[in-house]
């Protein structure tokens, strides 16, 4: 039976209790991540296409609610990297209401996979569809970038990948040489700043810097304020979108899937790393239904998708985070900035933010395990290739879509290569000491037995250019039969009957049985043709050739 789900904090709290001691350490890691998570989640708000306050609700709502009811200790849940491609071609596909609309439906899919225990089955999307997509978002991600960190000035950058590289080429004369210089620093303070400290993150020292140099030298380069205006400080208002329209929802059906998945396994990922960090273990189930709730919630109090933060939850568990309270006061912290401080965001220049993302954007692209792929097999290289580019030159839904069922059919054809059937005889077969008699043939088949593997079956059963006397299918190593290998074994008896021929089924395991049971084949061909091992079916086999032989005799 199947233990309950239950939060991580819940079962901390019962079960090992909570000392001032971890309260101390959460809220010092806390107050940090809160601090670092203010210029990222408005970096990737920005990024996404909609205003920075928004990144901060997400952080807020969802990071609270994912931290209260999640399954890991020290996950933390906000706006990412991973969802600004998404997010962007969402909103300027349908608007932030039917962005809203996508995340609700995406939350009600997470929470619908991890009542139905699928937290395991997330590890099951192929390696080269994840490295895919990932590399190609961040090659795009980088690619948004190129007008802050260059300052050129654009009023609009097109949503197409090969039209934005055209248009920064057309408008490099416009460049903001201070812009480049502030770029340049910050990701060189974020590069160069964990040699210093690893504890207190690189980008919040780039923007401490560069936001106050800018602001005393007054130099003439964008900020947050000249783009989006005053950044309000009071808390989110809860809304429901009403002028979303039936078919419009059936269309925000595929992006809610990509959220879902995209949420899914990046907080997954997410979670395993802090395991591997942490020496715990999460509950997987647990955590794709906190994320559900969070983002449902997040989208009716004016958010963005979340899923979980690897940088952040990294930079929680070197400060000391031990407990999901951790999470949460990074929470507050985050409030506190909000209602009191908010006003001082807007003097963040977009060079400072350009840099960060571009950065975001570099430790995304796992170049590494990219270029390591090409050592793999040819088939996986396709899968690679394909996520890759149509991630960067179509979209990032299309590429999981075409990622995950490519994968499919090119196991499927491997399962089938795999499924492997032979004729049994003396003279084809000669280490196999039996000595068969005319008109038994034994047919092995070896893998799995489904709809990708008959035709090779068929072929191969008719090479049988006579009709035997006896029949004789061994299952050896058979791990499985779907529907379609029932079907096909349902149509060689009925053949077998009307050519009397005795068909027997050997090396038929309990797995096999049940199915066979179960899918009333059993019950046509009768228990008496089943046998646990080949040498019983060629008994029998012996015994049918020799009564045939005695009833020709009699007869004569």
């Known amino acids: 039976m199947q233990k309950p789900l239950r939060p991580k904090l819940y079962l901390l709290l019962k079960e090992e209790g909570y000392s001032f001691l971890d309260f101390s350490k959460d809220a010092m890691a806390g107050l940090i991540v809160g ?46 990297g991973a969802f600004v491609v998404l997010i962007y071609s969402t909103v300027q596909a349908y608007g932030y209401d039917g962005l809203v609309i996508a995340t609700i439906m995406a939350g009600l899919i997470l929470i619908a996979m991890g ?23 961040s090659v795009v991600l980088f690619t948004g970038q190129i007008r802050d960190l260059l300052g050129l000035k654009l009023t609009t950058v097109p949503l197409d990948f090969v039209e ?22 910050s990701i060189a303070i974020v590069v160069f700043w964990p040699r210093v400290s690893k504890k207190i993150p690189g980008a919040l020292i780039a923007i401490f810097i560069s936001t106050t140099l800018v602001y005393l030298c007054n130099f003439p380069l964008e900020t947050i304020g000249d783009r989006f205006g005053e950044i ?39 979670a395993v790393v802090a395991d591997g960090m942490t020496g715990k273990r999460h509950i997987s189930d647990m ?21 979980g933060a690897i940088s ?84 990032l839904i299309t590429a999981i879509e075409a990622g995950v069922v490519l ?24 280490s196999n000491a039996r000595n068969l008699p005319d008109g038994i043939e034994v047919f092995t088949i070896q893998g799995p037995f489904f709809f990708a593997a008959v035709e090779k079956f068929k072929v191969a059963l008719s090479g049988i250019h006579y009709i035997p006397k006896v029949l004789i299918l061994c299952f050896e190593n058979v791990p499985m039969i779907d529907a379609t290998g029932v079907r096909l074994l349902d149509d060689v008896w009925e053949k077998a009957k009307r050519d009397k021929t005795l068909l027997l089924f050997s090396e038929v395991n309990k797995n096999l049985y049940d199915i066979f049971d179960r899918s009333g084949l059993l019950e046509k061909v009768g228990k008496n043709h089943l046998f646990s091992d080949l040498d ?21």
């Open 287 to 307: 955590e794709l239904i906190a994320g559900g709730v969070g983002n449902i919630f997040s989208a009716l109090f004016g958010g963005i998708p979340a899923t």
């Open 115 to 137: 009542r139905m225990r699928f937290g395991a089955m997330i590890k099951f999307v192929p390696y080269p569809v994840t490295i895919g997509f990932t590399s190609g978002l």
């Open 407 to 430: 994968s499919a059919f090119l196991f499927m054809q491997h399962m089938s290569s795999s499924s492997k059937g032979a004729f049994l005889k003396k003279e084809k077969d000669q």
């Open 536 to 556: 019983k079916a060629l008994t029998i086999a012996y015994n049918h050739i020799e009564l045939k032989k005695l009833a020709v005799e009699v007869s004569l």
């Open 312 to 395: 952040r939850t990294a930079t929680n568990i070197r400060n000391g985070g031990k407990t999901p309270i951790a999470a949460i006061i990074h929470v507050l912290t985050l409030v506190f900035i909000l209602l009191f401080f908010g006003k001082l965001v807007k003097l963040i220049p977009m060079a400072t933010l350009g840099a960060v993302i571009a950065v975001v954007a570099y430790n995304m692209s796992e170049w590494r395990h990219f270029a390591r792929l090409f050592l793999s097999p040819k088939h996986d290289i396709l899968i690679l290739l394909t996520t890759f580019f149509l991630t960067v030159f179509v979209d």
């Open 164 to 185: 934005k590289w055209y248009a920064y080429f057309a408008n490099i004369q416009t460049i903001n040489y201070y812009a480049l210089f502030i770029s340049l620093l």
């Open 232 to 270: 309000p400080n009071t808390f989110p208002i809860f809304r429901i979108p009403l002028n979303v329209g039936w078919e419009e929802m059936m269309r925000l059906v595929s992006p809610a899937i990509a959220i879902a998945l995209l949420a899914g396994m990046e907080s997954l990922l997410s």
């Open 35 to 80: 601090i670092l998570a203010l210029p990222m989640s408005i970096a990737f708000a920005i990024a996404s296409g909609v205003r920075p306050e928004q990144g901060l609700y997400t952080a807020i709502i969802a990071g609270f609610l994912i931290a209260l009811l999640g399954g890991s200790r020290v996950q933390i849940s906000g706006p990412t």
